[in-house]
């Protein structure tokens, strides 16, 4: 006797969709959009590329799925960062949280924000346009809070709030870049402590 089948037809079954994502996440990180094959992703899901379109989308929706969980996940240190009490606090935990996220052991190096499309051909621009605009964002939200740190008189009023903020996020994307080449956790430290020494004071 024939059962009914509940459900809409296609519907991914038998996988844990976050887990998935937190796979494809470490393909992206380690690879780069573009160097992260169709093979690469389902693999690393152990899923069907049937299965993966069909909970995901193309390979573009799932990058922007993946930079969700990067954000929220790895990269969430930002957002505990822009809650210290003041901006060097920011500063501080904002450097320390990348080279703490750059240099994990046992995962990829480096950020995937930063070098997961750094250069791409047009299958890969609008992966490359989605990393800028993340990395603008973040940038905008150290320089709102930097700003707020001015008008608060944490900061000297004559401050930049804007350079400040691109002092720091080009600090925190040069290390990714240097933790992606092999550069230790000690040593990427020693240097966002040097960068901070002369951090203008009230």
Not at 15 to 37: K, T
Not at 45 to 50: D, R, V
Not at 165 to 176: K, M, N, P
């Amino acid at each position: 006797m024939a059962t009914k089948q509940s459900g809409p037809i296609g519907r991914p079954r038998g996988f844990d969709a976050d887990e998935a994502l937190e796979r494809a996440m470490l393909v992206f990180w380690e690879r780069g959009y573009e160097g992260a094959s169709l093979a690469n992703l389902t693999d690393a899901m152990g899923i069907s590329a049937t299965s993966m379109y069909a909970a995901f989308g193309n390979k573009e929706k799932l990058f922007r799925r993946v930079l969700e969980c990067y954000t929220e996940g790895p990269s969430a240190y930002l957002d505990r960062a822009l809650e210290e009490p003041t901006a060097l606090g920011v500063a501080t935990a904002l450097l320390a949280g990348v080279v703490r996220t750059t240099t994990r052991p046992g995962g990829p190096h480096g950020c995937l924000g930063v070098q997961g499309a750094l250069a791409a051909g047009d299958a890969g621009q609008p992966a490359r346009d989605l990393l800028v605009a993340w990395r603008n964002d973040g940038c905008c939200r150290v320089r709102d809070r930097f700003q707020r740190a001015v008008d608060e008189g944490d900061l000297p009023p004559e401050a930049d709030a804007n350079l400040l903020a691109r002092y720091v996020t080009t600090l925190a994307f040069g290390i990714a870049a240097q933790a992606a080449g092999g550069v230790g956790r000690d040593e990427l430290q020693k240097m966002a402590d040097a960068a901070l020494r002369n951090w203008p004071l009230a």
